[in-house]
């Protein structure tokens, strides 16, 4: 596991799921590790579970001191709620270094019956609060000398599923948006690389109520999440897709 101690890393929809399996990822590897949700009993829960812990064991056989963990309540719909989780982090932790994107919804139902409401909640959620936490995010990294931009997107953005329109929609477009930025921002050592998992066996979900017996976990795309901050400076592994490798026959 890379060593991650000194840097700081911001997580939106940390308190669940894949969002905290990367949470918990970070901090074991010594990340101080700031996360939003909007569930205030689920961020006092990870929080002070995380703070509890001791740190990761070092190679001399030491223990590191307390977990540095901030929890923020935030709606990242909200261009405001967002920005100010960034100055929070910034504020607790001295700056920024890390942040992944992943806060996100779904609403699974025909065009037809989408409410106005439910397609921007999905919208909002999984594409514009992506850009309003990268707009707030940029000039602390590149006070930084550089970072990454980590956004969790899914297979569903180029692989269709029914009743998906503003699911398939939000993802299809946070895959355009995280390739642009990465042009963008590459010259100032900020690496931008979005991951596409597909079935993952959390609460949020769709299709096969059996998934649990064949998809993949929330820490396997944690995992993912901790091999591209890895990574030596001159590779930049910017679309990963993750896949069950034995789902059922179809």
């Known amino acids: 596991m890379s060593d991650l101690t000194g840097r700081v890393a911001l997580v939106t929809g940390g308190t669940r799921g894949i969002g905290e399996a990367i949470v918990r990822a970070l901090s074991d590897a010594g990340a101080a590790v700031a996360f939003t949700g909007r569930d205030q009993q689920r961020l006092t829960s990870v929080g002070s579970g995380l703070a509890a812990q001791k740190g990761r064991t070092a190679k001399t056989g030491d223990t590191t001191p307390e977990r540095r963990v901030e929890a923020i309540r935030a709606d990242v719909r909200d261009p405001a709620q967002a920005a100010a989780a960034v100055d929070r982090t910034v504020s ?37 609060g992506v850009f309003y936490c990268c707009h707030a995010a940029l000039p602390h990294l590149k006070a930084r000398g550089g970072g990454w931009i980590i956004n969790i997107s899914s297979l569903a953005g180029k692989n269709v599923v029914n009743n998906g329109a503003a699911y398939c929609a939000s993802k299809a477009g946070l895959n355009a948006f995280s390739e642009v930025l990465l042009q ?13 998992p597909g079935s993952v066996a959390t609460e949020f979900g769709y299709g096969d109520p059996n998934k649990n017996d064949w998809a993949l976990t929330s820490e396997d795309v944690a995992q993912v999440v901790m091999d591209l901050l890895a990574m030596p400076p001159r590779s930049l592994p910017s679309r990963v897709e993750l896949r069950p490798s034995k789902p059922p026959r179809k």
């Open 92 to 128: 607790a932790f001295g700056g920024l270094d890390i942040l992944v994107n992943n806060a996100g919804v779904g609403v699974f139902t025909s065009v037809a019956d989408m409410s106005i409401e439910q397609w921007h909640t999905v919208i909002d959620t999984n594409l514009s």
């Open 184 to 196: 963008e921002v590459r010259q100032d050592d900020i690496r931008v690389s979005y991951i596409m």
